[in-house]
């Protein structure tokens, strides 16, 4: 049987609180959403392992990772994009030649070129154990995914204008992310619809940042937390509360999905 509709939930800001858990509340409202023949998702730029923890405290079984280069629907990964190998070792050079840490994603695991404060910062920041340093992995295995751990902002358009044969973003103030062209969220929606042929079934989107912005612009229904950033706002079809004060779960009632 078809699901009723689709809902692709971000993280950071969005499903989750200020101490980056989920509140008791949003679980229970996840479980309604299921209980309705509602799927729910995940929809983040980081990698399945990273949220093992947040996977399993909402029986979420589907999420599209590391910002659209992986989809996973009801526990079966029925997709999976790579950088080229010409890419990585580009992207290694410039970040070493600007001292900047680096970390090599997949969706079972994450390597970073060094350990320095910045990388510690950041992934106390995501709550995420600090990963093992091993700067030539991508010699070895694929890579979905690159992170620029940096929170010199002037380095975005650089590093945007230097490799526009990739997809470059800021996902917090700590880092910078490097997927496929043209990768995003909606297009791992777009590759789980054709997938799944679910293409007939509403969608539904919850963000707050601007790696959500495609993401938003492309479901059916965009909805826009509280704590969003002005240009997420202006392409919600509805702005709900803020990750703090029930966002989540006043959206979900505003369009009767619980």
């Known amino acids: 049987m078809k699901p009723k509709a689709l809902v692709f939930f971000d993280l950071d800001g969005t499903l989750l609180n200020a101490k980056s858990d989920v509140d008791e509340e949003v679980i229970k409202a996840i479980q309604q959403l299921k209980n309705n023949n509602i799927v729910p998702f995940i929809a983040t730029g980081r990698s399945n392992n990273e949220i093992k923890s947040i996977l ?15 989809v996973t629907y009801e526990g079966k990964k029925i997709y999976s994009n790579f950088l080229s190998e010409k890419q990585v070792i580009s992207i290694k050079e ?9 970390s090599f994603y997949t969706d079972d695991w994450i390597r970073v070129t060094e350990h320095t404060k910045d990388v ?11 990963p093992e340093r091993e ?10 995914m690159l992170t620029l751990i940096t929170s010199n902002k002037q380095l975005d358009e650089f590093f945007k204008e230097s490799y526009s044969d990739l997809s470059i973003f800021r996902t917090t ?18 590759r789980l619809l054709s997938e799944t042929r679910l293409d007939a079934v509403p969608t539904y989107a919850f963000g707050d940042g601007m790696n959500d912005l495609e993401m938003l ?16 706002k202006d392409q919600a079809d509805y702005i709900t509360s803020s990750n703090i004060e029930d966002g989540i779960i006043h959206g979900l009632k505003y369009y009767d999905l619980i």
């Open 56 to 70: 399993k405290k909402t029986a979420i079984h589907s999420t599209i990772s590391l910002n659209g280069q992986n």
């Open 94 to 102: 410039e970040a070493g030649k600007k001292r900047i840490p680096l």
């Open 120 to 130: 510690k910062q950041f992934y106390d920041f995501l709550n995420s154990p600090l």
């Open 135 to 144: 700067p030539d992995v991508h010699l070895a295995e694929e890579i979905n």
């Open 173 to 190: 103030q700590f880092n910078l992310d490097i997927v496929g062209k043209n990768v995003s969220k909606a297009t791992g929606i777009d």
């Open 217 to 232: 612009q492309h479901v059916d229904y965009a909805i826009a937390m509280g704590n969003a950033v002005s240009a997420l």
